[in-house]
């Protein structure tokens, strides 16, 4: 059975400062996804990884894909208070997303 | 363009009635997947329609929950005898193409269902 695990579940984080969220996932996938979703509303997503080694980035976010070792990491940089939302990543096609890491960014 | 629409947004039902919960997906998306999200399960995969193909069931929770899907479009998402551990907001997603590497989920803004 495929399991995906985030961690932390809780961040609380300073503005301008740097953090990295991890996503470990149980068994082989050839994708994973990173999704955003705010309070009350629904998901947007953010980044597809397709390739172990694949990097992408946007804005203050980049994510990146080992999928030899089953780990995704999504990289904060110098982060806003805009960017405080709930985190998921997400293995397969069949979405096994993991337990969602709530981002609060204080000014 | 549209996203993907659902209604209602909200559904209050008493146990053991039946609900129908609608879902449009994008124009053009010929995948269209249902989850769940709910405090204690987090985010589940409940089904999965793929053009005209048999759909995949296999994560429904029980029997009293069902979909269908007409035209290759709109979807209905069908719970029979409501309990309250139903008690979610149920996802509905689409995407262009299953399995190929544009097939990134349009999520739509959900149904929040409070069974009482």
């Known amino acids: 059975e495929l399991k995906v695990e985030q961690n932390p579940l809780f961040l609380s984080m300073q503005e301008g400062k740097n953090y990295t969220i991890y996503c470990n996932y149980s068994?082989?996938?050839?994708?994973l996804y990173w999704y955003r979703q705010d309070p009350g509303k629904s998901l947007e997503s953010l980044f597809v990884?397709?390739?172990?080694?694949a990097v992408k980035q946007e804005g203050r976010l980049m994510a990146s894909l080992d999928t030899k070792a089953r780990l995704s990491t999504l990289h904060i940089t110098a982060a806003v208070h805009d960017l405080s939302a709930t985190y998921f990543c997400a293995v397969a096609q069949k979405l096994v997303f993991g337990q969602g890491t709530r981002l609060t960014i204080n000014p | 363009g549209a996203g993907v629409s659902q209604s209602p947004s909200n559904k209050v039902t008493e146990k053991g009635k039946d609900v129908e919960l609608r879902c449009d997906p994008i124009?053009?998306?010929?995948?269209l997947y249902w989850y769940r999200q709910s405090l204690g399960q987090g985010l589940e995969f409940l089904i999965y329609f793929q053009g005209n193909s048999a759909p995949d069931k296999s994560g429904l929770p029980s029997d009293r929950f069902s979909a269908e899907r007409t035209g290759g479009s709109v979807s209905t998402l069908t719970i029979q005898r409501t309990q309250q551990e139903d008690s979610a907001v149920y996802l509905c997603?689409?995407?262009?193409?299953?399995?190929?590497?544009?097939?990134?989920?349009?999520f739509g803004p959900g149904t929040r269902l409070t069974v009482l």
């Open positions: 068994t082989t996938s050839d994708r």
């Open positions: 997603a689409s995407s262009r193409l299953a399995g190929g590497f544009t097939d990134t989920q349009y």
């Open positions: 990884l397709l390739s172990n080694g």
């Open positions: 124009s053009g998306h010929t995948a």
